[in-house]
């Protein structure tokens, strides 16, 4: 089956430092990616719909210039959280998808903490 | 616009018991549907997916869900539920030519012993 990998699978960073979250699709070319953000027993929030080559589509309240997304290649994504905030604190989810009637494959997310 | 419902924030069932999760779609097109699996901090994993195929799709884990047009349903079923199944559970929706994937709120299944 299609596998995405994503690093590093949790961080402690200190506020107003950067962190950069990679997500890679291992055995297949990711078409798009998505980047979600889950809040604890929460559902999924999508942050941004990324292609290969273009600027990210950003969802709406979703500051662009702090989470900065890189999709450099068709295999790999990048998530920068900038000048991060404890309120930035949360579980970041990737996924990739091939073709149009093909399932999200996810990552298995990213905990990030601020302090 | 597209929209997914669950009906039941929890849902506990003993081990053995017949396994239901309920999720109603909104949806102008014909969608493609998903249910989604999810372990504690972890990423999410696909249990089954609907695609304008059959109606009554298996998927992993002994799951199935039944496309019902007509209810504008995909509720997700067990016959016999294990411990191991204990977990949360994602109802997605996303219209055919296109990407963007909508979930639902989640169901926390428990099992019983």
């Known amino acids: 089956g299609a596998v995405v990998s994503q690093h590093p699978s949790w961080v402690i960073c200190k506020s107003g430092t950067s962190v950069k979250i990679e997500c890679r699709s291992l055995?297949?070319?990711?078409?798009?990616m998505f980047w979600y953000r889950q809040f604890p027993k929460q559902s999924l929030m999508l942050m941004a719909t990324?292609?290969?080559?273009?600027?990210?589509?950003?969802e709406q309240g979703v500051e662009k210039d702090k989470f900065l997304i890189n999709h450099a290649s068709l295999t790999l994504s990048t998530l920068t959280v900038t000048s991060a905030h404890p309120e930035d604190s949360s579980f970041y989810i990737c996924?990739?998808?091939?073709?149009?009637?093909?399932?999200?494959?996810f990552g298995n997310g990213t905990r990030l903490t601020v302090t | 616009a597209q929209s997914v419902t669950q009906l039941g924030s929890h849902v506990s069932v003993s081990e053995g018991a017949l396994v239901l999760l309920r999720c109603n779609y909104s949806?102008?097109?014909?969608?493609?549907l998903f249910w989604y699996v999810q372990y504690p901090n972890q990423g999410l994993q696909l249990l089954l997916k609907?695609?304008?195929?059959?109606?009554l799709v298996k998927g992993i884990n002994g799951f199935e869900a039944e496309f019902k047009k007509s209810e504008t349903s995909f509720h997700l079923t067990k016959p016999s539920a294990h411990m191991s199944d204990a977990a949360e559970y994602f109802c997605?929706?996303?219209?055919?030519?296109?990407?963007?994937?909508?979930f639902g709120a989640g169901t926390r299944l428990f099992v019983k012993a």
């Open positions: 996924s990739g998808v091939q073709e149009d009637n093909s399932p999200l494959h």
């Open positions: 055995d297949f070319q990711a078409t798009t």
């Open positions: 997605a929706v996303r219209h055919t030519g296109g990407f963007k994937t909508i």
């Open positions: 949806s102008s097109v014909p969608p493609y």
């Open positions: 990324s292609n290969e080559g273009s600027k990210a589509t950003y």
């Open positions: 609907y695609t304008s195929a059959a109606t």
